[in-house]
C-alpha cells in the first residue's frame, strides 16, 4: 500500500518528520518498508521561458537560446528542433541529478558556453500518461502557463513523500487512506477527520433510470447504485490529479478519476456505468453462462466460466464483477448519464475469477482480501460528494441498496486478567478500555470484564485474543515487562522412528543406493498401470479436497509407483545402473468418512541394470541383519505387480515385514522402462517391532572348527531357506553355521529336481571336535531332511 503523507495529513494533523511517523507505525504494528520522496531527481529542474533562439555559428544542428528562469537568464546550448520563442520547457540547472544518474555541469559546445540543459521526457523520466506531450521527439513542451522558475515538481503533482506499507491478509482496511489514516491517529494519539459524505440531490427518481436485479446473492452481499444526470466529462482539477499521481494511478476524467479516489480512500472499489449503454436499463448480477464471453476496459475479449459472476444488462454482460468494466459501458467524452456501482462482492470468487482470467487489478486485489459491507454506502456518499463538489452533474433523488448480509454491530467480551496473563502486564481494565478506544473500538468496562463494539472495517476482530493483541500494540511492545523465561529444562531426543530412519539411510547409502524423494501424492491411474484389481485395498485412497491437479488426488496408499516413475525418468536420462530408495509414509483409509488417514512409514528400495533378485534380497537381508533380525524368512509370494515367479515376501515372528521382486513386465511396459526393475517395500513398524537391540559379545574360538559340505537332491518347489531352517533345528549342539553356496539343475539329478549344496560349520567351545561327531550331527542333517523334504544326498 503505498500512503502519501499530504494526503494522509488531511485526515489527520501531523507535523512529525517521517522518519518519527515511519517509527510511530512500526511499534504500533504496522508493517512500513520506508519511504520514498517523489520527484526526487528532478529537484533542480524549473519552468523555463526560452526568449531568444539564435543558430550556432559553428554547428548547423545545434541553437544559442536564452532562457528566463524567474531568477535568471541562462545561456542554454540545444539541438532539438522542435523549440520555440517563448515556449515553456523543463530546464535543469547546473547541480542537478537526472534520472539514470546523469549530473549537469557547465558545459562547452562548439565554443559555446551552456549553463544548464532544455530536458525531454524521456531525459527526466516521464512518459505520456504522466504528462501529456512527455513522449514526444524532443524538448517537453509545457502546454499550461507557468511562471518561469516554478519547479517541475509543482506542475507534475510530485512534491510529497510516500509511505510503503505492507498490508497483512488480516487487514485489508489497511488498503485505504482512511485505514492507515486511523493508523497514524491511533499511533499518535489524535483523532481522525473523517471526510465530508454530504451533498444535495437534483429531484428526478433512479427507477426511471436503471433497475437492479441481484440473481445470486451468494456471490454479492450487497450492491448500492446511485445515478447521475447532466455529466460534464472533463479534467479533474490539480488537487485531485495530485492525490492519484502521488498514489500512482493516471487522472483520466473527472467521474473515473472519482471512482479511483474513492476507492483509494476508503478502500472499496467502485464503478461508473455510461447510463446510455445500459441495455433495458436494467443491472442484473448473476452467474456467468456456458460460453459467454465479454470484452472488458483493455479491449481484450475473454472467455468466461459458470462460476464467475458477472454485471449484465438486459442482453449481456457489462462487466465482471471485482475485476474490470466491459468496453460496451464505459465512460465517454459524450457520457451524459452515469450510473455509480458500489457492491460488496464474495472474495474467493473475485480471486478465482481474477486468477483465471490473468486479470490482477486494484480492484480484484481489494475484493479478494475482503471490504467492509458497511463501507459500500460510505463510499457511495463520498463519490457523490465529489460530483457535486467538482459539479461533474446533478445527483438523482432515490437510492438502489441492495443488502442480504447482517451488517448489525459485532460485540466481543474479553477479561481484563487474561490480558494481562497473556501479556505479562498489570493493567487496569480501564486503562485498557482506553487504549481500545485509540483503535475506534468502543468499550465499556463491566465488572474486570471489556465488552467491545468492533466496527464493521475490523473484520479480523472476533475472539478475546484479537482484543489482546490490540491493547498490546497501543500499550507499545516496547513497553511490555521483559519477564524470564520459566520451566523444565527437558534435553532433546530424537524418536525410535527417526533413530530407525537415520540408520537405513546410512545402511542404504553405504550399499551403493541414492534416495530420493516424491509427492505424497497419487493420481487413480496409478493403481491401473500397477494392474491392481478394482477391490484391491489399494484403491481405497483418500481424495484430497483441493489437490495440486488431477495427477495428485488422491494420498498415496502404495510407494511403488512413485519410485517406478523415479526410475523411468532416470532411464529417460540415459542412467544405466539405478540404485534408489526412498523413506516415506502411505495413508490409508479409516473406518470413518471424516477421521484422518493412518500414516504408515515405509522404506522403499528399487534396482535396475546390473542387478538382479539376489542382489535386492542381499539388500534387504542387510538391512535386517542392522536391525537384529535373524529369524526372517522368505515366502515365494506378493502382489500382482511382482513378477510372478520372481518375488518374496518377508516375514519375521510370525508378522509381514515386506515384499521384494521383480516387476511385471506389463508394469515395467506401463512405466516406459523397458528393463528388468528390482523393487522391495518394507514397513518401518515392522522393522522396529522385530528388531533385536541387544548386541551379544562371545570370546573369540579357542578350538578349530570341522566344516562339512552337504549337497542335498530335492524337488524344485523346495525353499532353500527351508533346508537351512530344517539343518539348524536339527545339526545338534556342536552346530555353529550353515550357508548355500551351490544350485545345480540338470539332467544327472532328474526332470523337477535341484541341488542345494551347502557349507556347515560345527564346532565345540571346550575342546577339538572329532570328525566322528561332525560326521554324526550331518548323518542326523541328512535323516531330518529326508523325512521333512524328502531329500537325498547327491552321488
Not at 465530508?196 to 450492491?223: F, M, P, Q, S
Not at 447521475?228 to 499521481?245: A, F, M, T
Not at 470484452?295 to 449484465?312: H, N, P, S, W, Y
Amino acid at each position: 500500500m503505498i500512503a502519501p503523507y499530504k494526503w494522509l495529513c488531511d485526515y489527520v494533523d501531523m507535523d512529525l518528520a517521517p522518519d518519527a511517523l515511519m517509527q510511530k507505525l512500526i511499534m504500533t504494528g504496522s508493517e512500513v518498508d520506508g519511504y520514498t520522496e517523489l520527484g526526487a531527481d528532478i529537484k533542480k529542474v524549473v519552468v523555463g521561458r526560452i526568449d531568444a533562439i539564435e543558430k550556432h555559428a559553428d554547428a548547423d544542428k545545434l541553437s544559442v537560446c536564452m532562457v528566463d528562469i524567474g531568477s535568471e537568464r541562462l545561456q542554454i546550448v540545444c539541438g532539438a528542433n522542435n523549440i520555440f520563442e517563448g515556449a515553456l520547457v523543463p530546464v535543469a540547472q547546473i547541480g542537478a541529478n537526472l534520472p539514470g544518474g546523469f549530473k549537469i555541469t557547465k558545459g562547452k559546445l562548439r565554443g559555446v558556453f551552456s549553463y544548464g540543459m532544455l530536458c525531454s521526457g524521456k531525459e527526466l523520466g516521464i512518459s505520456e500518461t504522466e504528462y501529456p506531450g512527455a513522449d514526444v521527439d524532443g524538448i517537453m513542451i509545457l502546454r499550461e502557463e507557468y511562471k518561469p522558475g516554478t519547479p517541475l515538481r509543482e506542475i507534475l503533482g510530485l512534491t510529497d513523500i510516500v509511505f510503503e506499507i505492507e498490508v497483512g491478509a488480516n487487514r485489508p482496511d489497511c488498503l485505504s487512506m482512511l485505514g492507515i489514516a486511523r493508523e497514524c491517529a491511533a499511533s499518535l494519539g489524535k483523532n481522525v477527520n473523517m471526510p465530508d459524505l454530504t451533498y444535495t440531490e437534483n429531484g428526478g427518481d433512479i427507477a426511471d433510470y436503471v433497475t437492479v436485479d441481484v440473481k445470486d446473492a451468494d456471490l454479492c452481499e450487497r450492491y448500492v447504485a446511485r445515478a447521475v444526470k447532466n455529466v460534464k466529462i472533463g479534467p479533474s482539477p490539480k488537487w485531485l490529479q495530485d492525490r492519484l499521481v502521488s498514489a500512482g494511478v493516471r487522472s483520466i476524467n473527472n467521474i473515473v478519476d472519482i471512482t479511483n479516489f474513492v476507492m483509494l480512500e476508503t478502500g472499496q472499489p467502485m464503478h461508473a456505468f455510461d447510463n446510455d449503454d445500459i441495455r433495458g436499463k436494467k443491472i442484473v448480477v448473476r452467474r456467468a453462462l456456458g460460453g459467454e464471453r465479454i470484452t472488458t476496459l483493455d479491449k481484450k475479449e475473454r472467455a468466461l466460466t459458470d462460476d464467475m459472476l458477472l454485471i449484465c444488462d438486459a442482453e449481456g454482460a457489462i462487466g465482471i464483477a471485482g475485476v474490470m468494466g466491459g468496453e460496451n459501458s464505459e465512460i465517454k467524452n459524450g457520457t451524459k448519464t452515469v450510473v455509480f456501482e458500489s457492491a460488496k462482492f464474495l472474495q474467493g470468487n473475485v480471486r478465482r475469477t481474477s486468477r483465471s482470467l490473468g486479470l490482477p487489478t486494484e480492484s480484484a486485489m481489494r475484493f479478494s482480501k475482503g471490504v467492509d459491507t458497511a463501507g459500500c454506502k460510505t463510499a457511495m456518499d463520498r463519490a457523490l460528494h465529489l460530483v457535486a463538489l467538482l459539479g461533474a452533474g446533478e445527483i438523482v433523488s432515490g437510492e438502489i441498496d441492495i443488502l442480504s448480509a447482517d451488517i448489525s454491530p459485532r460485540k466481543v467480551s474479553a477479561g481484563a486478567d487474561k490480558i494481562n496473563a497473556i501479556l505479562g502486564t498489570a493493567l487496569e481494565a480501564g486503562d485498557m478500555a482506553a487504549l481500545l478506544r485509540r483503535v475506534f473500538i468502543e468499550t465499556s468496562v463491566s465488572g474486570n470484564t471489556l465488552v467491545c463494539k468492533i466496527p464493521s472495517f475490523r473484520g479480523d476482530i472476533t475472539f478475546g485474543e484479537d482484543i489482546a493483541e490490540e491493547v498490546a500494540r497501543m500499550f507499545g511492545y516496547d513497553n511490555i515487562p521483559i519477564v524470564k523465561m520459566t520451566g523444565e529444562v527437558k534435553r532433546g531426543m530424537v524418536s525410535i522412528d527417526e533413530r530407525s530412519v537415520d540408520k537405513i539411510r546410512a545402511l542404504l547409502v553405504g550399499l551403493g543406493c541414492y534416495e530420493c524423494v516424491t509427492y505424497s501424492f497419487a493420481a487413480m491411474l496409478e493403481f491401473d498401470k500397477l494392474g491392481v484389481p478394482d477391490d484391491d485395498k489399494l484403491r481405497r485412497a483418500v481424495r484430497i479436497i483441493n489437490p495440486l491437479g488431477d495427477e495428485q488426488g488422491y494420498l498415496r496408499t502404495s510407494p511403488v509407483p512413485d519410485i517406478l516413475k523415479v526410475v523411468s525418468n532416470n532411464i529417460k536420462q540415459k542412467v544405466r545402473d539405478i540404485r534408489l530408495f526412498e523413506t516415506g509414509r502411505v495413508y490409508l483409509p479409516t473406518a470413518g468418512t471424516k477421521e484422518l488417514p493412518e500414516e504408515h512409514k515405509y522404506v522403499c528400495a528399487a534396482l535396475c541394470g546390473d542387478e538382479d533378485f539376489f542382489s535386492l534380497k542381499g539388500i534387504v537381508e542387510n538391512l535386517l541383519e542392522a536391525f537384529g533380525i535373524k529369524n526372517a524368512r522368505f515366502e515365494p509370494e506378493g502382489a500382482v505387480y511382482y513378477h510372478p515367479g520372481r518375488c518374496a515376501t518377508v516375514y519375521a515372528g510370525g508378522e509381514k515385514i515386506g515384499e521384494l521382486g521383480e516387476i511385471h513386465p506389463d508394469v515395467s511396459e506401463a512405466y516406459e522402462i523397458g528393463r528388468r526393475v528390482y523393487v522391495a517395500e518394507l514397513s518401518l513398524h515392522a522393522i522396529c517391532a522385530a528388531s533385536d537391540n541387544i548386541v551379544k559379545y562371545e570370546p573369540l574360538p579357542k578350538f578349530p572348527a570341522a566344516e562339512r559340505d552337504l549337497a542335498l537332491t530335492v524337488e524344485n518347489s523346495v525353499p532353500a531357506a527351508g533346508l537351512l531352517e530344517c539343518i539348524e533345528k536339527n545339526a545338534g549342539p556342536y552346530f555353529e553355521s550353515a550357508a548355500l553356496f551351490d544350485v545345480y539343475k540338470g539332467g544327472q539329478i532328474g526332470e523337477g529336481k535341484k541341488s542345494l549344496a551347502f557349507s556347515i560349520v560345527f564346532r565345540a567351545k571346550d575342546r577339538t571336535l572329532l570328525d566322528e561327531e561332525a560326521n554324526a550331527a550331518r548323518d542326523l542333517i541328512v535323516e531330518a531332511a529326508g523325512m521333512q523334504f524328502g531329500a537325498k544326498i547327491r552321488e
